[in-house]
């Protein structure tokens, strides 16, 4: 009997040392992997590292940087023991800024080393090698950027063209104007640091708000110069619409099965449904369509305007809905309502190829034409498309037919003209003196590259 729990005391004890060294003992290093790889990191430079263990979990984690033989800690962390196993922490990750100002770094090739260990025994016999060495270059210069375009008049809601040279090293240049950016264009020129770019300043801004061109480097390095822009002011028109029982009854199923989402039981609810989030995602999936733009102006001269059409309203309308004699919306019209006959041949403003021939929304049937550099136009409410997404079409063209699909009470064209899928008032570019003065003129400055351009990003 004693002797038989002798032997089973000893049996335990060396299972439970034998567990143990099985747990503590275990081989299995800690690694870590960047979020990005650094290829290049500037002032505004971070490096994300996620340390991953299995078994006892992670120790402790240091990120280094050896630049100019010296080593620079960038981030130091430990994870206390939780249980005799150890921390119990198997991923994580440290965030830190380069700073490389604060750490008196300098520009030029430089490695960045991960260090981690975890709770295993054998941590007090193995040597400590980096778990993740990786190259990169501290870059603190951001590119060059010169305006070459002295003076931009523009015309609030509506579009000036400027050209600026960039150095080789900008990986993303263009105009912004407040949270708007528009992106430049490389390719154009014999001269390839010239770019070129419309920018506007949109409906929404005070005209007072600043343009500035704006040129980035892979490592975030970014130079900034204000333009010199004069913005004429202008005031939009306020138009009331009332809405009646018929009409909410006509389009709100209609939309709204059309965008494939749920019926709404109360009628003016899935109108504000419709004139308030539909509208928002009409625009959002415009601005996806139009994110990339032919790298060459694709229009000749002015854009056609709808053959015998009236205007029903105009560019940057303040709209007010009404309902039983209550104000129960604000909307702003982005484009020209033109009306001529019913289901009137719809043409194309100017040669461009098809990105959109699909229901959109607020607009119906819509079709949208690309015509370089960032210009395109929407035709929306048609009753028919007679095109589809990637053809080529030429100015004058028909694309479809005049409608009343989507947000229109009757029978007529809404047309837009969009820069990188912000809506400009289209008046400018019906007019062939705005385009041989605004743009026309820059393009003609400087000598034209004779191989095919490339967009920038
Ligand atoms: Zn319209």
Redesign the pocket.
């Known amino acids: 009997m004693g002797r038989r729990l002798v032997l089973g005391v000893a049996f335990a004890l060396v299972a439970l040392i034998g567990f143990v060294a099985w747990v503590k003992l275990e081989r299995r290093r800690p690694t870590a992997a960047l979020a990005r790889p650094p290829a290049a990191l500037g002032r505004g430079g971070t490096i994300d590292v996620t340390l991953r263990d299995v078994g006892t979990g992670l120790a402790w984690g240091r990120v280094e940087v050896e630049s100019n033989g010296a080593t620079t800690v960038l981030a130091s962390e430990a994870y206390p023991a939780q249980t005799w196993r150890g921390s119990g922490l198997f991923e994580t990750t440290i965030s830190t800024p380069l700073a490389p100002i604060d750490h008196k770094l300098g520009e030029g090739p430089a490695t960045l080393r991960v260090f981690a260990g975890d709770y295993s025994w054998l941590r007090w016999l193995r040597s400590d090698p980096a778990v993740l060495e990786a190259p990169f270059t501290i870059d603190l210069s951001p590119p060059t950027l010169e305006v070459l375009s002295p003076q931009h008049h523009l015309t609030l809601g509506g579009l000036e063209f400027m050209l600026y040279k960039t150095s080789p090293d900008a990986v993303r240049s263009g105009v912004a104007v407040a949270s708007y950016f528009f992106p430049g264009t490389a390719g154009l020129f014999a001269d390839p640091t010239i770019h070129a770019a419309f920018f506007a300043m949109p409906q929404d801004l005070d005209r007072t708000t600043a343009a500035k061109a704006v040129a980035e480097d892979a490592a975030g390095n970014r130079r900034e110069v204000m333009l010199h822009a004069v913005v004429k002011p202008r005031t939009f028109a306020d138009r009331t619409l009332d809405l009646d029982d018929a009409f909410l009854e006509r389009k709100v199923p209609e939309i709204l099965a059309a965008s494939r989402l749920p019926a709404q039981p109360d009628l003016v609810q899935g109108y504000l449904y419709v004139n308030r989030t539909v509208r928002r995602n009409s625009e959002v999936r415009i601005k996806d369509v139009t994110r990339a733009s032919a790298a060459t102006p694709r229009w000749d001269g002015a854009f056609l305007r709808q053959p015998n059409s009236a205007p029903?309203?105009g560019f940057g309308d303040r709209r007010s809905y009404r309902h039983d004699g209550a104000i129960i919306d604000t909307q702003t019209?982005?484009?020209?309502?033109l009306a001529s006959l019913r289901q009137a041949p719809v043409v194309a403003a100017s040669a461009g190829t098809v990105v959109l021939a699909d229901y959109l929304g607020i607009?119906g049937d819509a079709v949208i034409i690309d015509h370089g550099l960032g210009i395109f136009s929407l035709y929306?409410?048609l009753s028919a498309i007679t095109v589809r997404r990637g053809q080529e079409v030429q100015r004058g063209e028909t694309v479809g037919r005049t409608g009343e699909t989507g947000?229109?009470g009757g029978d007529?064209l809404?047309?837009?003209v969009m820069l990188y899928g912000v809506h400009v008032d289209p008046v400018e570019w019906w007019d062939g003196k705005w385009i041989r003065d605004h743009v026309t003129a820059k393009l003609e400055q400087y000598p034209r590259a004779t191989t095919t351009a490339t967009r920038d990003e």
């Open positions: 029903l309203a019209h982005l484009g020209y309502d607009y929306g409410h947000l229109a007529h809404h047309f837009s």
